[in-house]
Structure formats: C-alpha cells, structure tokens
C-alpha cells in the first residue's frame, strides 16, 4: 500500500479515557477492554462524542483508549479527562485491518528518516467510523514529532 505522508501542526482533541498497558499480542483485547470501561460513563452523562483514540506513551507499556469529547463530563472511576499531544506531527491514513497498521507506521518512520525529523516516542490512532468492509475503515495515525531548533 503506498502512504500519503503529512507533516501538520497537530491540534489537541478532548478525550475522556482509561489508562492501561498491553504486550503486542494483548493489544486489540486490551484497547477494547478500555473503551468499554470508556463508552457507559458518557452515554450515562450525555456527552456528545466523536472518534475512539488510543494515545501510545512510548510504546505499549503506558497507552490511553478513549473517545473524543465536545463539552465536559465528569471524571468517573477509571475514566479520566485527556487529550492528544499538540504539536508538530507526521500522520497518515490507514485502510484495512487495525492488525495491520504496521505498513503505515513502517512509512511514517522511514519518512522521519529521510527527512532528519527526531520522533518524541508518542504516537496515537484516530479511528474512523466503523464499516464491516475492512477495506473501508480509515484509521489516522500521527508520530509526535520533536520540536526543530
């Protein structure tokens, strides 16, 4: 697949989410685990929602799964106010299977590469609406990029 690659001034999104970690192979149980704990407390306080995101600290030790929010809500639990980094980043849009990304994030990093951008080590995943042709789900995927000069 070949990967349209952006640099962009990446804006904060709002996100209500629960902290957690994962190994590679516990990642999709962990994530959807997270977003359950997520979805009830804002269905339960009304919160008008967006996209599910899962924001990655560094790997898959410290990772946050949440949703965006457009208003407030109250912190509930394990369910705690966030919010994506902000900031220069280099993103690009996957098609497929969220099992695999790994081509995309492959692109992103040999785009830092070649352009001499240092990555901070945080990266996160904007998932689009749902469609139950693989082929049409579009997962946006954003490398943090370290500040020039």
Same mark, same amino acid.
């Given at each position: 697949?070949?990967?349209?690659? =952006? *640099? %962009?001034?990446a804006a904060?999104? &709002?996100?209500?989410?629960?902290?957690?970690?994962?190994?590679?192979?516990?990642?999709?149980?962990?994530?959807?685990?997270?977003?359950?704990?997520?979805?009830?407390?804002? =269905?339960? &306080?009304?919160?008008?929602?967006? @996209?599910?995101?899962?924001?990655?600290?560094?790997?898959? $030790? @410290?990772?946050?799964?949440?949703? %965006?929010?457009?208003?407030d809500f109250?912190?509930?639990?394990?369910?705690? @106010?966030?919010? /994506?980094?902000?900031?220069?980043?280099?993103?690009?849009? @996957?098609?497929?299977?969220?099992? %695999?990304? $790994?081509?995309?994030?492959? $692109?992103?990093?040999?785009?830092?590469?070649?352009?001499?951008? &240092? &990555? /901070?080590? /945080?990266?996160?995943? *904007?998932?689009?609406?749902?469609?139950?042709?693989?082929?049409?789900? =579009?997962?946006?995927?954003?490398?943090?990029?370290?500040?020039?000069?």
């Amino acid at each position: 697949m070949d990967y349209e690659i =952006r *640099v %962009e001034e990446a804006a904060p999104r &709002q996100l209500a989410v629960a902290r957690g970690g994962a190994s590679r192979a516990e990642l999709g149980r962990t994530i959807l685990k997270l977003l359950d704990t997520v979805w009830p407390v804002l =269905r339960d &306080q009304r919160v008008r929602t967006g @996209h599910n995101v899962v924001v990655y600290f560094g790997g898959l $030790a @410290h990772i946050e799964a949440g949703v %965006e929010v457009f208003g407030d809500f109250v912190d509930k639990g394990d369910v705690r @106010h966030s919010q /994506t980094p902000a900031g220069p980043a280099v993103t690009t849009a @996957h098609w497929g299977e969220y099992s %695999e990304m $790994a081509p995309a994030y492959a $692109a992103l990093e040999r785009w830092c590469a070649t352009n001499g951008r &240092q &990555q /901070t080590g /945080t990266s996160w995943e *904007v998932y689009g609406d749902w469609a139950d042709d693989a082929t049409e789900r =579009r997962t946006d995927i954003y490398l943090l990029l370290a500040q020039v000069g």
